[in-house]
């Protein structure tokens, strides 16, 4: 899941798509820290992970729709998304 993040962080270039670029940042950064001692609640990744998807669906760019189901079928099948 974290690849997929870094892949929209790389192609959303410009300042139109600057605010795709930092949810996807920021959700890059939640699942990051997940592999440590400290783990955020699965609604929290949950919600951060939606925004920066439904961002990149709402582009209506070919490339970042895929970005974004490519995702959501990812969310579906990570258990860290229902644990906890």
């Known amino acids: 899941?974290?690849?997929?993040?870094?892949?929209?962080?790389?192609?959303?270039?410009g300042t139109k798509h600057n605010a795709l670029r930092q949810t996807a940042?920021?959700?890059?950064?939640?699942?990051y820290r997940q592999h440590g001692i400290h783990r955020d609640p699965s609604h929290e990744l949950r919600s951060v992970c939606f925004t920066a998807l439904q961002m990149a669906l709402d582009t209506k760019r070919p490339?970042?729709?895929?970005?974004?189901?490519?995702?959501?079928?990812?969310?579906?099948?990570d258990e860290r998304f229902y644990i906890g």
């Open 25 to 31: 940042q920021i959700a890059y950064d939640k699942l």
């Open 63 to 77: 490339k970042f729709i895929t970005m974004g189901l490519n995702g959501l079928h990812r969310v579906i099948k």
């Open 1 to 13: 899941m974290e690849d997929l993040f870094l892949l929209i962080i790389k192609e959303s270039t």
